[in-house]
């Protein structure tokens, strides 16, 4: 979109022309814009480049007079230009004369309305040829109904089955939770995205989908910690069992898990939000994560970095370090069992588990931890999927395929 001048009355509409489009002429010369201001349409880009989608935002037209056109001006020329047109009224006559010089306190006033534009990214997604997108699409369309209906399933045969009322599942159930609002969060905006071969999001929400990805993903750290600890209490302190790990310690556990996981990630989103962006806003990724965001952010982003740190150390490190500290307990317990059906027989018990805190962190480690040098963008967002579809999906598999309990109730209740 182009921004030009016309030359007309002072206070009356910009004539209509070809391929024109929201237009609008100064109503007054002076500071404040006028009640009576009618809004133009401002798209103005660095280096004339394209913005993508919907980039248009209003503002109020006064001290400059401006007409909008939709990549035509008025001398039919295709351009995009970094600042309109200025016109000033002369003093000593009733002519407008152009002035290519802007003023310190117009381009003041321009400056400040079009820092409104940055308040909307695009998403690119995974490019590729429509066939591709359609195929990619299906396979994410149907692992979600997968992960929302399977995990579903857990919750409810936990909820009704009497014989799952134990804190192991009910654990699992909490688990089964967060990988449905995880998956929420980011797939169906990615279904939109590879229907439209990329698409737009607002500031608001893309922060928000920010803080409700690191949120769950930290209460899924939680849960996942949570778990090993009832794991260790029944396998190395079985007598006490009964007497630790009682209806009320559990709940108060979820209730710490929730609050802290949603919480800790709220400071590191604030930051975030009240970062500049410059750009043209383009995120080549198929949601909104921190890295790609401080990579397009041109503020100072060490204060970010530093907060993205910390919290690191709390919500992953520190469970990590809890789990391997439980599970060479558990192990270590294990072995000591004489016979051999024994040890399977107790392994067995925490074997699902085990199985779903590797894949887990696997994935979160090989994303954030440990960047291979050179990595695409491709093969980064291929390693997202892992761990915003692919262990959501898999959660709910695990559980039922390898545990005796969930199987012998799924198939009473069917």
């Not at 009618?38 to 400059?64: F, Q, R, T, W």
């Not at 007409?67 to 020329?77: E, F, N, P, Q």
């Not at 709220?266 to 401080?294: M, Y």
């Amino acid at each position: 979109m182009s921004v030009h001048s016309c030359n007309v009355e002072v206070g009356s509409v910009c004539p209509a022309e070809d391929g024109m489009s929201e237009n609008s002429c100064d109503l007054e010369i002076g500071p404040e814009c006028p009640t009576n201001a009618i809004p133009v349409n401002l798209c103005v880009l660095e280096n004339g480049s394209v913005y993508p989608g919907d980039c248009a935002i209003s503002v109020c037209s006064c001290k400059v007079e401006l007409c909008s056109a939709t990549g035509t001006d008025l001398r039919g020329d295709e351009r995009s230009v970094r600042r309109p047109a200025v016109r000033h009224l002369d003093s000593d006559s009733d002519e407008w004369e152009t002035d290519d010089d802007v003023s310190s306190d117009v381009e003041t006033y321009i400056g400040k309305n079009l820092s409104m534009m940055n308040t909307e990214f695009f998403l690119l997604g995974f490019q590729g040829s429509r066939n591709q997108r359609n195929v990619l699409f299906c396979l994410l369309l149907v692992a979600y109904n997968v992960t929302i209906c399977g995990n579903l399933l857990i919750i409810i045969l936990v909820s009704i089955s009497k014989t799952l009322h134990t804190p192991m599942y009910f654990f699992i159930s909490q688990l089964s939770i967060t990988d449905i609002l995880l998956s929420t969060d980011i797939v169906p905006n990615l279904l939109h995205i590879l229907l439209n071969n990329g698409a737009a999001i607002t500031h608001m929400a893309c922060i928000a989908q920010l803080y409700f990805f690191s949120a769950f993903e930290a209460v899924q750290c939680f849960f996942l910690t949570v778990m090993s600890y009832d794991r260790y209490v029944a396998i190395c302190n079985p007598l006490h069992y009964t007497s630790i790990m009682t209806r009320t310690h559990c709940v108060k556990l979820t209730i710490f898990c929730w609050l802290v996981g949603c919480s800790v990630t709220l400071s590191d989103t604030v930051i975030t939000s009240r970062l500049t962006f410059c750009g043209p806003n383009i995120i080549d990724h198929f949601f909104c994560d921190l890295t790609p965001l401080l990579d397009i952010s041109c503020s100072d982003t060490f204060i970010v970095t530093l907060n993205t740190y910390a919290i690191v150390v709390l919500v992953v490190l520190s469970p990590c370090i809890i789990i391997i500290i439980s599970y060479i307990k558990i192990i270590t317990t294990i072995l000591r069992i004489p016979s051999r059906s024994g040890r399977q027989k107790t392994f067995s018990t925490c074997g699902s588990h085990l199985t779903v805190v590797c894949i887990f962190y696997c994935a979160l480690f090989c994303v954030y931890a440990f960047p291979m040098k050179g990595k695409t963008l491709t093969i980064s967002k291929v390693l997202s999927l892992l761990y915003t579809v692919f262990t959501p999906l898999i959660n709910p598999v695990i559980y039922s395929l390898r545990n005796k309990d969930i199987r012998k109730t799924l198939a009473t209740k069917t």
